[in-house]
């Protein structure tokens, strides 16, 4: 019989994921889970591996809801269609080890480019096989003929990095195929986007009575649906018929916020407002180009509309769209700092929309520390609690654990 690895973190911090404060404990790891957490010196096991904690902080594992693992570094519009799927496995097995050196234990896929590629990822990483976060895979995007990710062309073959969904019953079909080929997420393209000619994000695009169908077919099979959702009927839409993590969310009117808080027990938004900022500060794109995609005009209304969902309780999440030549997969924790400074974020809401509020999103028992919890954590130099922008500092991640197991060392 296997001794079963045991680990003690003494001598530091620990933030929980659910506190508003920080607090002196120490913490055992016995296997992938947590065993005992104790009062600062409280915690003797004999034959652990001990790790020293002080001037540090114990925090649980940050998971990524709007993961993009399998785009290239993209520099054009359909670069993600015209990669060919050989070249998108190898990117999304890069990508999966970036974003656990990263302190990302867990990410939520938000559209694949094809069926298979984050599927065969995720159950290599679960094998041991390849180092990565716990990935829910996705379905590619299910969108409509002229929908969002239709990218296809009369004049020429292209295949779109999306499954073209008309009608209910297509929706079915394609769920139900997600599900045989082995995905965790339906990801869904209720509405456009203002980065696209066509159709853009005030545009609605799916009916109710698909967005229904992908819900009610996910549901029987035990898959979550993520929606795609900018304008304020496709958010409407996605919380009448049960959408899991409704993205965006930026046009809401006054029905809609009201329709997400009373649903707010329900469901998690994750608001993306790194990709305006990435956008506005990081692509080097042109004003012209910005005042085409509408970007600014968009942002403030993707503020206004988190910072008052915010106020009214919803489990926000983080996941900016990362995975673009100007916002690579890697740098997702600044969506943390983003918080603070475009949402009126506490720090410590923040980081528990990184953590806690992630690993509710997952439902697999980790983003926090307690008792019999898996063992996902963090240990960051200094307090992050006060500091929200620490943890995207990879200098600044002294430890790095997945379910009991180090991927990060602490340096001697």
Not at 58 to 79: C, Q, R, W
Request: aromatic share 4%; hydrophobic share 40%; with cysteine.
């Amino acid at each position: 019989m296997t001794d079963v690895q045991r680990t003690l973190v003494r001598g530091g911090h620990v933030w929980n994921g659910r506190d508003d404060h920080r607090a002196e404990q120490d913490v055992l790891i016995e296997g992938d889970r947590i065993a005992e957490i104790a009062p600062r010196g409280q915690l003797a096991v004999d034959g652990a591996q001990e790790i020293d904690a002080s001037g540090a902080t114990l925090i649980p594992g940050l998971v990524d809801a709007h993961g993009h693992l399998s785009f290239p570094f993209t520099t054009y519009a359909t670069e993600i269609e015209d990669t060919p799927p050989e070249e998108s496995i190898l990117i999304t097995l890069h990508n999966a080890r970036r974003m656990l050196d990263a302190g990302f234990t867990g990410v939520v896929g938000a559209g694949s480019p094809r069926l298979r590629t984050e599927v065969v990822i995720r159950n290599e990483i679960d094998a041991g096989g390849i180092p990565g976060p716990r990935l829910m895979a996705s379905t590619p995007t299910l969108t409509a003929t002229g929908g969002l990710n239709d990218t296809r062309q009369m004049h020429q073959v292209r295949a779109a990095a999306a499954l073209i969904v008309d009608g209910a019953e297509e929706v079915r079909k394609a769920v139900r195929l997600g599900y045989r080929e082995g995905v965790d997420v339906v990801k869904i393209n209720i509405s456009g986007d203002d980065f696209f000619p066509r159709p853009h994000g005030r545009v609605t695009t799916l009916t109710e009575e698909e967005v229904r169908m992908a819900c009610d077919t996910a549901k029987e099979l035990g898959l979550k649906v993520a929606a795609h959702a900018r304008s304020a009927e496709s958010v409407k839409r996605a919380v009448r018929c049960g959408v899991d993590i409704i993205h965006h969310a930026d046009f809401c009117d006054e029905e809609a916020l009201d329709m997400l808080e009373e649903a707010k027990d329900r469901l998690f938004v994750t608001p993306t407002t790194g990709l305006y900022h990435g956008l506005i500060h990081l692509s080097g794109f042109p004003e012209p180009l910005l005042e085409r995609m509408i970007v600014r005009e968009a942002m403030d209304q993707n503020i206004a509309t988190h910072s008052e969902l915010r106020k009214r309780g919803l489990r926000q999440l983080i996941g900016g769209d990362y995975g673009i030549a100007f916002m690579p997969n890697g740098t997702n924790a600044n969506d943390i700092a983003h918080f603070v400074t475009y949402l009126g974020c506490s720090p410590v809401e923040a980081l528990r929309a990184a953590t806690f509020n992630g690993g509710q999103a997952m439902g697999l028992g980790a983003g926090e520390i307690r008792k019999g919890a898996l063992a996902d954590l963090l240990l960051v130099d200094g307090d992050p609690t006060t500091d929200a922008a620490l943890v995207a500092k990879q200098a600044k991640l002294r430890m790095i654990m997945k379910g009991g197991q180090m991927h990060k060392k602490p340096q001697a």
